[in-house]
């Protein structure tokens, strides 16, 4: 096993007129390569600022982020910083691109593209180190490889309005995949699905981790969620509790 991810002391602190407000007040912890890990806590505890830290989509205000052996942050000093300067900005895309699938609450399709279109975008719109060699025809059999996979073959060609919120859910697992990123990150994927839905998108997820060993690390307030992780980390107010 080895890490993937390490938070060392990770601040976001948010300055508010008069008091400084810690969304994430100094959390420190480590995900394996492999893990099916929760951030479980109640809504406003930290979870998006977390994951978005994460994710790399957020500038924590201080602490330390180590993406697959990669110290993100490195020399820089976090807390005076409001703009990325160009250089790091083209290094965290990079990392990103590499590193990183994500998958939201709100599936964040494109309404305007069909599923096949929709899986493939991220691959349209950047290079990805494993997916690069492909390819026209190997590129359309790992896209269509990925639609069977979340069950979706005979809706290829449907837009996301045509389908349900679970299908929507599917589309989006098989576009966080496509760039074979080894680790996906998930804010509340189940929050707008009803329960059955919610399971079927679970268990999809629980196989494409131990089949594909893809690393997910999910927010969640799903108590389904935290029973079928491996690993949990509370937040609440800001604070790890475990992890
Ligand atoms: N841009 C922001 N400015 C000020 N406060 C914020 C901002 N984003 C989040 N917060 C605050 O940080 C805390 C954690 O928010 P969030 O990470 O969204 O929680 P969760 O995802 O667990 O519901 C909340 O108190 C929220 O109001
Ligand atoms: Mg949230």
Redesign the pocket.
């Known amino acids: 096993m080895s890490a993937v991810i390490e938070l060392q002391n990770v601040f ?1 602190t ?1 300055q ?1 007129e008069k008091v400084e ?4 007040d100094g959390a420190s912890f480590t995900i394996q390569e492999g893990d099916f890990a929760a951030i479980s ?12 830290m994460i994710g790399l989509i957020d500038l924590p205000t201080r602490g330390k982020i180590i993406l697959n052996g990669n110290d993100v942050y490195k020399d820089m000093e976090l807390s005076k910083t409001t703009r990325l300067p160009h250089k790091l900005d083209v290094t965290l895309t990079e990392l990103r691109r590499k590193n990183l699938g994500f998958i939201f609450q709100t599936f964040n399709l494109i309404p305007v593209l069909n599923v096949f279109e929709n899986v493939e975008f991220p691959l349209k719109i950047g290079s990805s180190p494993a997916t690069d060699s492909l390819n026209a025809q190997q590129r359309r059999e790992w896209i269509d490889f990925l639609i069977e996979t979340v069950g979706l073959t005979q809706w290829k060609t449907h837009k996301p309005s045509e389908l349900s919120g679970g299908q929507r859910q599917r589309v989006a697992i098989a576009r966080a995949l496509v760039t074979k990123a080894p680790i996906i990150l998930a ?2 994927p189940t929050a707008n699905l009803d329960s059955k839905n919610g399971d079927q998108i679970l268990e999809l997820m629980k196989k494409l981790n131990e089949e594909l060993k893809t690393t997910f690390v999910f ?1 969640t ?1 799903d108590s389904k969620i935290v029973e079928m992780s491996n690993h949990v980390i509370k ?1 609440s ?2 604070h790890i509790l475990s992890a």
């Open positions: 976001k948010y508010m407000v810690h969304a994430v806590g109640p809504s406003g505890s930290g979870k998006s600022t977390l994951l978005n804010d509340e927010s307030h937040i107010d800001g």
